[in-house]
């Protein structure tokens, strides 16, 4: 069978209701996969430039402080099967276009609300960011060098690791749900129990007594010589995951350290292994040590740079990065076989449609 180039979710529509961060970026994969969604802009963003992660929907304008503004949301509600929004806990209801509103005209709608701390708690009004909701989480503290400061991981593992996947997987799974139930529910989706379930190994090690809390001294935070980043002779680096026996043994032979087969679990050696690792990567350059480890089982490869990352053959023969409208960006992922999706393409301007019109095709 030929494949559909309108992806696996072709025929689902979705209301996003502006927001940062996650939210857009749940919203903008839900897009990329086939769904049909329209994000809800502000007034006062009428006419300008789409901010970053609005790619690939329609962009209308509602003032949900007016009666008309509400209204022309609940419209698009009534013929949508979810809706997104991430304001703090009480806004929407405040606004009119709660759960109980929107289920209200449609009662099978996924009402998707996307919060850092969750609609509940002693925490659950303040102010955040992905910085602060990985902080209280134990994730903040365990990324870092030993005996360094916590380091942070740019807001992947917060915002959209624990935010806006964990959105996504709620709202396939309540989509699922009401398709069978006819009945549709709201979904609470906190960054904080998105980023804990993400550390779910972790938490069952320390149960275990494999995990401690000082950073940089486990097995998968750099405290292992085996399980690390290394400098090359030309400042660049190197990244090692040779966790398992006949990887390690081929990484010391390639290494040109082979006494080092049979101490790979003994702790009192790492410190020395360390040191040996590092005075052999600083032998060669970066360029030198690709080509060491091209197509051998060591679990070792360079660390690229985002322009660098452009050119990796693996990059390139999955074309992992595409071209759209001259800016180079991810495609989208993960990859179908009958009904792939597609990257999303430049943002119109915010306003560039109305929600009359959007009613109008929806009624077809």
């Known amino acids: 069978m030929a494949p559909s180039f309108h992806g696996p979710l072709a025929g689902i529509r979705v209301v996003e209701l502006a927001g940062i961060g996650p939210g ?4 903008m994969l839900l897009s990329e996969l086939g769904a049909d969604v329209v994000r809800v802009d502000r007034p006062a963003a009428a006419g300008t430039k789409p901010p970053v992660l609005t790619r690939g929907r329609r962009s209308v304008v509602a003032d949900l402080k007016v009666p008309e ?13 979810v ?4 304001y703090r806990p009480g806004v929407a209801e405040r606004l009119g276009v709660g759960p109980d509103d929107v289920l209200g005209v449609n009662p099978a709608l996924v009402y998707a609300r996307m919060t850092g701390w969750g609609q509940d708690g002693p925490w659950a009004h303040a102010a955040g960011h992905d910085i602060n909701y990985i902080a209280i989480t134990g994730t903040l503290a365990a990324i870092g060098r030993e005996g360094g400061p916590p380091q942070i991981p740019l807001n992947l593992v917060g915002d959209f690791a624990g935010g806006s996947l964990y959105l996504v997987t709620g709202v396939l799974a309540a989509v699922l749900e009401s398709r069978a139930s006819g009945l549709g529910q709201v979904i609470d989706c906190a960054i904080v129990d998105g980023v804990s379930s993400l550390a779910s190994m972790m938490w069952e090690m320390r149960s275990a007594g494999d995990w401690g809390d000082a950073r940089g001294t486990n ?13 090359t002779a030309d400042g660049g680096w190197f990244s090692v995951g040779a966790l398992e ?8 032979n390639l290494l040109g350290v082979p006494e080092w087969i049979g101490s790979q679990h003994d702790p009192k050696a790492w410190p020395r292994m360390r040191e040996s690792f590092a005075a052999a990567f600083a032998t060669r350059t970066r360029a030198e040590w690709e080509a060491v480890f091209d197509g051998k089982d060591a679990c070792a490869a360079p660390v690229l740079t985002w322009q660098e990352a452009q050119s990796h053959p ?12 001259g800016s180079v960006l991810p495609g989208p992922a993960p990859r179908f076989s009958r009904t792939p999706g597609r990257a999303a393409g430049t943002a119109p301007a915010v306003g560039s449609s109305t929600a009359a019109e959007v009613i109008e095709a929806w009624q077809h």
């Open 245 to 252: 026996p006949q990887f390690f043994e081929l990484l010391v």
């Open 219 to 231: 097995r998968l935070d750099g405290g292992r010589p085996f399980y690390a980043v290394y400098e």
């Open 83 to 86: 809706l997104i929004e991430g």
């Open 69 to 81: 503004g509400r209204d022309a949301v609940l419209r698009l509600a009534e013929r949508a099967d």
């Open 314 to 325: 693996q990059l390139t023969a999955r074309s992992t990065l595409a071209d759209v409208d």
């Open 24 to 27: 857009p970026f749940a919203a």
